[in-house]
Each structure stands twice: as structure tokens, then as C-alpha cells.
T-cell receptor, first 118, second 115 residues
Framework: GAVVSQHPSWVICKSGTSVKIECRSL??????MFWYRQFPKQSLMLMAT?????????EQGVEKDKFLINHASLTLSTLTVTSAHPEDSSFYIC??????????????FGEGSRLTVL | AQSVTQLDSQVPVFEEAPVELRCNYS??????LFWYVQYPNQGLQLLLK??????LVKGINGFEAEFNKSQTSFHLRKPSVHISDTAEYFC?????????????FGTGTLLAVQP
């Protein structure tokens, strides 16, 4: 199946710094990527929908200035957590829909990135 | 809007026993339904999906699920579980007709297989 890769898989940073997480579709093109956040022992909460070449659409309650999303190409979307604080510590997962998948769109998920803010 | 309910947060079961993980959904329109598995510190892997057609869907690792429109359910089953099936299982729903449609997840069910 299609492969989605996230980098880094884990990162530890100091409070106040910014962290960038990359999401790449390795063997297919994705016009749309989704960013999810998962707290321990909880479900995935959709943060934003990232569309190639346009601004991301954020879910209610997600600060767009806090979580900057850039989808510069059909194979890369980035999530930047700006001025990170300990409460931003979480598991961030991206997913992408293959263009070839059509409207039935199976989503392919990355391995996730664990962010720990000290 | 669509929503998903997984009533069981945790299901303990002995190895080689059958298991059913429950999922109910709510939607005013037709839906696509999915089951995903998540192993610790990993992303999600698709187990199976229902788009249309036969209501009994077979997936990987011996899992199957049945779409029941009248009961708005999509329960996941396996006749005999293995230790390696221990993981978090998520039911998800989306609206047909667009690659940009959001996937809404349930809260997850931890399947804990004991020897």
C-alpha cells in the first residue's frame, strides 16, 4: 500500500521553541493531508485539513497561529508548533489521501511524531 | 455531521477466544465506515472498510465487520484472537463523495489478549 512518512518520529524541545514536523507521501501524490493530535489513551482529534497550494482549514478550537501548516507540494505537508509549551506535548499523526484513490479515498497514516515539551 | 461511539474502552479476552468490538455511528447521510488498528507508538493501519455492497466485510489479520444500517452499527469481530492482536482499535466514519472529507474517529477500544 501507499506509504506516508513522518519526521521526526520523536522530538524533545524546551518551552518557547518552535518545532516542525514533516509529513511526506512517498509513493503517491496527495492533494489533501490531515493532521491529527492524540493525547495518551485517547482518540485522534482532527486539527486541520491541509490542501496543496492553499491555506489549511482548521477545526474549531485549534489555534492556527499556534499550529502552522504548510502544504507546499503534492508530497509534503509540514506542521510547525510555534512557541511550544508543555501542554502541546502530544502524539501528532498525519494522513494523506491518494489522488488515485478517488472519492472513496482510503487514508494512509504516518507513523506519528511524539512531541515532548519540557 | 457524523459521529462514532465505541462503548467499550477496554476489552480483555483470553487467547484463542472470539471477540467483538462494538461501534455505533450517527449520521443523517450515507456513510463510509472503517476500522483501524494502532500498535503502541505507531500510526494507524487500516483493518477493513465498508463503502457499499455486501454488508459483511472481511479485512486483514482474520478480522471482519458487519454493517447494520437499521442498528447503525459496524461491529468488529474475530473468531480466535492471538496475543499479537493486542492493540488499540478505532472505528471511523466519513461522508462519501470527496477526498477532502474528514475522517471522524471513535474513542478507541483497547483489546487486551491474555494467555
Amino acid at each position: 500500500g501507499a506509504v506516508v512518512s513522518q519526521h521526526p518520529s520523536w522530538v524533545i524541545c524546551k518551552s518557547g521553541t518552535s518545532v516542525k514536523i514533516e509529513c511526506r507521501s512517498l509513493d503517491f501524490q496527495a492533494t489533501t493531508m490531515f493532521w491529527y493530535r492524540q493525547f495518551p489513551k485517547q482518540s485522534l482529534m482532527l486539527m486541520a485539513t491541509s490542501n496543496e497550494g492553499s491555506k489549511a482549514t482548521y477545526e474549531q478550537g485549534v489555534e492556527k497561529d499556534k499550529f502552522l501548516i504548510n502544504h507546499a507540494s503534492l508530497t509534503l505537508s509540514t506542521l510547525t508548533v510555534t512557541s511550544a509549551h508543555p501542554e502541546d506535548s502530544s502524539f501528532y499523526i498525519c494522513s494523506a489521501n491518494s489522488l488515485a484513490g478517488g472519492p472513496n479515498g482510503e487514508l494512509f497514516f504516518g507513523e506519528g511524531s511524539r512531541l515532548t515539551v519540557l | 455531521a457524523q459521529s462514532v461511539t465505541q462503548l467499550d474502552s477496554q476489552v480483555p479476552v483470553f487467547e484463542e477466544a472470539p471477540v467483538e468490538l462494538r461501534c455505533n455511528y450517527s449520521s443523517s447521510v450515507s456513510v463510509y465506515l472503517f476500522w483501524y488498528v494502532q500498535y503502541p507508538n505507531q500510526g494507524l493501519q487500516l483493518l477493513l472498510k465498508y463503502l457499499s455492497g455486501s454488508t459483511l466485510v472481511k479485512g486483514i489479520n482474520g478480522f471482519e465487520a458487519e454493517f447494520n444500517k437499521s442498528q447503525t452499527s459496524f461491529h468488529l469481530r474475530k473468531p480466535s484472537v492471538h496475543i499479537s492482536d493486542t492493540a488499540e482499535y478505532f472505528c471511523a466514519v466519513t461522508r462519501p463523495g470527496g477526498a477532502t472529507n474528514k475522517l471522524i474517529f471513535g474513542t478507541g477500544t483497547l483489546l487486551a489478549v491474555q494467555p
